[in-house]
């Protein structure tokens, strides 16, 4: 056959010459009963990979799904290929998950991309319709995006899963469609229970159109986040966030009250050290440093000790000093010693120093 040109061989490998495959296929089309007969007899090649007792690897398994699917459609046997299509979409499923790390082996990330394209070209599980799409904005090269972005729409289709949501305005946002990246993150925010990590849908949002140049905009968004979303939810971050934007329209009074709002109203133990040291800040930057001092003074009361308080208390500790209030200073970080948990390693070791450098300034003066 090789002799006679109807076959080449590279390597370990035969295949019919191109002109005798094309010659055979005209031939074959002439009797449907016989094509599909071709196919069904060239399927078991490809299927045989799904039907093993136990799948294994990723290797080449999308390129024998696709050939498969191919030559199983050809020959109308769709039975069989739901069988191989679920037993495979089942083995992918449980390898992979939708946090599952990306590939950083260029070689690897083609590789499960391909699996993940030939599985995913009907809708599938929303957990690798959202894994895909990451990969496609990880590896970002030609047509990556708007693949990426159709698999992003799919794993959001319906859901109240927030980071799909956020990856679809991420692919946007990188394709340069920022209105339509912010007009994703509405639909979210209008969609998804307030108790669903919502914070994040306007954290985005906000930032999206404080890029815009559309600063009323977003405080706006910030403020109904604010509104709409339980205390205990990672609220400290739209207060802060809010508080950070007003001061930089210089509506510092505003920022202040925000905080001040945040820090009545959030439990203690869910981050409220970061609103106490940004109210602080705010304070020292009006020269309100009385105002700031008592800010301070109420936050490490407040502040549970393994909850950041000790971030509290070196910030109360430096104010004072650069008051030049030592013994002050020396008395509250001594307090943060005595209170913080020894778990907190460097941070406690932290006080320490600053308390021990004090009190030689202390007496130098």
Not at 214 to 219: D, F, L, Q, S
Not at 248 to 260: C, D, H, P, S, V
Not at 279 to 305: D, F, N, T
Not at 338 to 345: N, Q, T, V, W
Request: a positive charge.
């Amino acid at each position: 056959m090789v002799d006679r040109f109807l076959m080449e061989q590279h390597k370990n490998w035969f295949s019919l010459h191109p002109i005798v495959r094309e010659i055979g296929l005209q031939k074959l089309a002439l009797s449907p009963a016989d094509l599909q007969q071709a196919h069904s007899s060239v399927a078991p090649y490809y299927t045989r990979h799904f039907e093993a007792k136990q799948i294994v690897g990723w290797g080449a398994l999308g390129g024998h799904f696709v050939e498969a699917r191919y030559h199983l459609t050809k020959a109308e046997k769709a039975e069989d290929l739901r069988d191989i299509a679920s037993r495979f979409q089942s083995y992918i499923f449980s390898t992979l998950s939708a946090s599952s790390p990306i590939p950083h082996n260029a070689e690897e990330l083609d590789e499960r991309i391909a699996v993940l394209s030939a599985i995913l070209e009907s809708p599938g599980p929303k957990s690798l319709e959202y894994h895909l799409a990451r990969l496609f904005l990880a590896r970002n090269q030609r047509n990556d995006l708007r693949r990426g972005l159709h698999h992003a729409h799919r794993a959001k289709s319906k859901s109240d899963n927030v980071q799909s949501w956020l990856l679809c305005s991420e692919i946007l946002s990188k394709m340069g469609k920022h209105e339509d990246a912010i007009e994703v993150l509405k639909q979210g925010i209008n969609q998804i229970p307030p108790n669903k990590a919502l914070v994040d849908l306007y954290d985005r949002c906000a930032r999206l159109l404080t890029q815009s140049g559309r600063c009323n905009e977003a405080t706006w968004t910030l403020n109904r986040g604010i509104d709409r979303i339980p205390p205990d939810k990672a609220l400290v971050i739209l207060y802060d966030n809010l508080a950070r934007l007003l001061a930089q329209m210089q509506r510092y009074n505003e920022a202040i009250t925000i905080l001040k709002q945040g820090i009545d109203r959030i439990p203690p133990d869910k981050a409220l050290a970061v609103l106490y040291i940004s109210c602080c800040e705010l304070l020292v930057q009006k020269e309100r440093y009385e105002e700031s001092l008592a800010i301070l003074k109420q936050g490490v009361a407040c502040v549970p000790p393994s909850k950041a308080a000790v971030d509290v208390y070196y910030r109360y500790g430096e104010l004072l000093a650069q008051r030049g209030q030592y013994s002050d200073a020396i008395a509250v970080l001594k307090q943060g010693i005595d209170r913080i948990p020894p778990i907190k390693g460097f941070r406690l070791s932290m006080l320490f120093v600053v308390s021990c450098c004090l009190k030689v300034v202390s007496r130098k003066m």
